[in-house]
């Protein structure tokens, strides 16, 4: 099965900062990764698929980038409502699997 | 509207069996793979397996977790999904989510999520 690990896995920022989360896969995933926010008690949101592709609804201060096993979420000028959890997700074709999440607050 | 609305979660004892259901609707569900994701309390996402639709076979996959005790299946007439869960466990704890995609393609990311339904196995 193919791991995903993200880092880090608490951050703390301040409005209108830039952060980046980083995610690593165990082996070559080409372009399949999605990077969902979730909100306590809420279903996760789609953000970012196919490592760089910004769903419909979602604002453009979040951008994705990499391929293969090293992908990173950025987040620019940081807004309170961007507190959240963050996962990255594999979906290279037989199987998925999530990394095990970024809290991201904002101070 | 596009939905998908789990169901039939609950409290079970170790060893037992429930079926949660996952209904659909407006979004070509006969078309796309049907997740199912779970989250402890306080815990991250864990994928716990899909199905694919009618022109890939209704192949299924599972997270290795709960390989030979949970079964996926589908009834496109329904445009409902089901997660068949036996001898549970304690550790299965957690809100279910199914969830599924615009794309019916192989590759998809999971752009529709239900809110959840809740099992809790204990004595």
């Known amino acids: 099965d193919i791991q995903m690990t993200q880092s880090p896995s608490t951050l703390s920022a301040s409005v209108g900062d830039r952060v980046t989360i980083t995610c690593r896969a165990s082996?070559?995933?080409?372009?399949?990764l999605a990077w969902y926010q979730q909100k306590p008690g809420k279903a996760p949101k789609l953000l970012i698929y196919k490592a760089s592709s910004l769903e419909s609804g979602v604002p453009s201060r979040f951008s994705g980038s990499g391929s293969g096993t090293e992908f990173t979420l950025t987040i620019t000028s940081l807004q309170p409502d961007d507190s959240a959890t963050y996962y990255c997700?594999?979906?290279?074709?037989?199987?998925?699997?999530f990394g095990q999440g970024t809290k991201l607050e904002i101070k | 509207e596009v939905q998908l609305v789990e169901s039939g979660g609950g409290l079970v004892q170790p060893g037992g069996s429930l079926k949660v259901s996952c209904a659909a609707s407006g979004f070509t569900f006969s078309g796309s793979a049907i997740h199912w994701v779970r989250q402890a309390s306080g815990k991250g996402l864990e994928w716990v397996g899909r199905?694919?639709?009618?022109?890939?076979?209704?192949?299924?996959a599972y997270a290795a977790s709960v390989k030979g005790r949970f079964t996926i299946s589908r009834d496109d007439s329904k445009n409902t999904a089901y997660l068949q869960m036996n001898n549970l466990k304690t550790e299965d704890t957690a809100v279910y989510y199914c969830?599924?995609?615009?794309?019916?393609?192989?590759?998809?990311?999971?752009?529709?999520w239900g809110l959840g339904t809740m099992v809790t196995v204990s004595s």
């Open positions: 199905i694919r639709s009618k022109p890939n076979n209704y192949a299924t």
């Open positions: 082996q070559s995933i080409s372009s399949w």
């Open positions: 969830s599924s995609s615009y794309t019916t393609t192989w590759y998809a990311a999971f752009d529709i």
């Open positions: 997700q594999q979906y290279n074709g037989y199987s998925n699997s």
